[in-house]
């Protein structure tokens, strides 16, 4: 089945930029989609589409996927954006959803 | 706005079946694609699998000789059922609406107890 690769964690100072990397073989060919998870909360959609943001995510969040990886990109990081993120993409060979083992975002 | 609510019993004796529901309101789950999701305490995110509006489904590997998933267009909500349990499948299980997820429910802690 096919396997999505995160860094367990990512680590950034107060107003810098967060980049979190998603890795999968052929991840070119799938459209990516990334969660941000809080504590005791379900996830919500940041990014669909590799690169679309829903209505209410604001404007710091981006993503982008080049050769085999997707990234998520939080510029101006802000406390509130410690959490968890988790990338996603659908397995067309067994058509089912296959999400990536997760960072934790930890804002210094 | 999609509203998703689980339900079901928050804790289940090893060996017997898990079964949740999922109350679906400002969608119909007549279209769409209607998915469950499980978290393990301290642990990612495991797809389960997914039921279509026209009944057809598809469930993880790991998963499938023990899930079963139907729809109940009458009461506009969907269902789980996990047969055998062990403590493997505590979690915290979520059912969400189509991929890309941007609707979730609240998610349901099941604790499987010895």
């Known amino acids: 089945s096919y396997v999505l690769t995160q860094p367990p964690s990512v680590s950034v100072a107060p107003g810098k930029t967060a980049t979190i990397t998603c890795g999968g073989n052929n991840i070119g060919s799938k459209t990516v989609h990334w969660y941000q998870q809080k504590p005791g909360q379900a996830p919500v959609l940041v990014i669909y589409y590799d690169k679309d943001r829903p209505s209410g995510i604001p404007e710091r969040f981006s993503g982008s996927k080049a050769g085999n990886s997707a990234t998520l990109t939080i510029s101006r990081v802000e406390a509130g954006d410690e959490a968890d993120y988790y990338c996603?993409?659908?397995?067309?060979?067994?058509?089912?959803?296959?999400f990536g083992g997760g960072t934790k975002l930890t804002v210094l | 706005q999609v509203h998703l609510q689980e339900s079901g019993p928050g804790l289940v004796k090893a060996s017997e079946t898990l079964s949740l529901t999922c109350n679906v309101s400002g969608a119909s789950i007549s279209s769409s694609y209607w998915t469950w999701i499980r978290q393990p305490p301290g642990k990612g995110l495991e797809w389960i699998g997914y039921i279509y509006y026209t009944g057809t489904t598809n469930y993880n590997p790991s998963l499938r000789s023990r899930v079963t998933m139907s729809l109940d267009t009458s009461k506009n909500q969907f269902s789980l059922n996990v047969r055998s349990v062990t403590a493997a499948d505590t979690a915290v299980y979520y059912c969400?609406?189509?991929?890309?997820?941007?609707?979730w429910g609240q998610g349901t802690l099941v604790t499987v107890s010895s």
């Open positions: 969400a609406k189509s991929p890309p997820y941007a609707d």
């Open positions: 996603q993409v659908w397995d067309t060979v067994n058509d089912q959803g296959v």
